[in-house]
């Protein structure tokens, strides 16, 4: 009985992955509880006071040093100028932006680097009504 727990065990441990491993998640975030999502998202706010941003995060299953990352879109450059983390919090415009955040280039830990094209899509809108159209 020991003997087969052991080989499930090793057997189960080769298919155990990363579902996120090498790509880029994102969120929308508004007011209710926000979540990551690989490669697109989407979220809206009914709100008019409210600033939305959004999150995009590299995911991988090395350390990571520094990441340079290229936006495009709808959004607020500035926000981003200076972003260089595995992590960006994009602002975007308060009726409706599309911004599509891209990991060009992943420095790693370990000194060693990779160019790369991992993008997630992220999508905002704002509703007076609460409809969606």
């Known amino acids: 009985m020991k003997k087969l727990f052991t080989i499930l065990t090793l057997v189960s441990g080769l298919f155990a992955t990363n579902a996120f491993a090498n790509s880029v998640s994102c969120y929308v975030d508004t007011m209710a509880y926000d979540n990551y999502t690989q490669n697109h998202c989407f979220g809206g706010e009914t709100n ?3 600033a939305p941003k959004v999150a995009f995060k590299v995911n991988t299953s090395k350390e990571v040093s520094r990441v340079e990352w290229v936006f495009s879109g709808t959004y607020n450059s500035a926000s981003v100028a200076d972003c260089t983390g595995t992590t960006c ?6 009726v409706e932006s599309s911004v599509r955040g891209c990991v ?3 420095y790693y830990t370990d000194y060693t680097w ?9 999508e905002y809108m704002y509703s007076r009504s609460g409809n969606w159209n």
Do not use: F
């Open 48 to 50: 008019p006071n409210w």
């Open 89 to 94: 919090l994009v602002d975007v415009y308060k």
């Open 104 to 106: 060009d280039k992943i």
């Open 114 to 122: 990779a160019d790369v094209n991992w993008c997630a899509d992220a």
